[in-house]
């Protein structure tokens, strides 16, 4: 019986279950997204972002180099814990947890698995243009009738422009 048994073995050994989530989440520090089973994202998700936690703890010189050698044991590539603690640290700094999102992807056509796409959640510019921008630029105060005189002036200016530009191709 698995009772309170909260990880999910996927049906694999303990010593190629870690193999599989060391290599997963090492792609998903170099490449940011990933796609795989719903199952392994899932599983994936419990075991990186205690590690992304990590990169966080910056109190003193032998805190960070505990962290990094903690986040190296459970990664065992220089590459990727290098790139968690340089690029993705920095990133989510501000953020209090939540740092990967699982999108469903629907059935493989093979076998018929769940498919699903995670991903750090600060490196997703389709999500994150639209907020940026919206906090950097701030709303427009316009009223109704100064738009209306403002398109009249633009419809006037842009046929006199016309003319002035046929004219200089005739000579």
């Known amino acids: 019986m698995r009772h309170g048994n909260k990880n999910n073995n996927l049906s694999r050994t303990a010593s190629h279950r870690r193999a599989l989530l060391m290599n997963l989440g090492c792609q998903l520090i170099e490449h940011k997204r990933i796609t795989t089973t719903l199952a392994k994202a899932k599983a994936l998700r419990t075991y990186i972002e205690p590690l992304i936690t990590k990169t966080k703890n910056t109190a003193s010189k032998e805190t960070i180099m505990h962290n990094h050698r903690v986040v190296f044991s459970y990664l065992n590539d220089k590459a990727a814990v290098k790139e968690l603690f ?23 056509v093979g076998d018929n698995a769940e498919l699903a796409m995670i991903e750090l959640v600060d490196f997703n510019e389709i999500y994150g243009k639209g907020t940026e ?13 100064g738009t209306a005189k403002k398109k009249a002036t633009e419809a006037t200016e842009t046929p006199a422009a016309d003319a002035t530009e046929a004219t200089e191709e005739k000579a």
Request: hydrophobic share 35%; net charge positive.
């Open 86 to 108: 340089t690029v993705v640290g920095p990133k989510i700094a501000s953020r209090p947890g939540g740092y990967t999102r699982i999108i469903k992807l629907g059935a493989r």
């Open 133 to 145: 921008k919206a906090a950097a630029e701030p709303a427009k105060k316009t009223r109704r009738a």
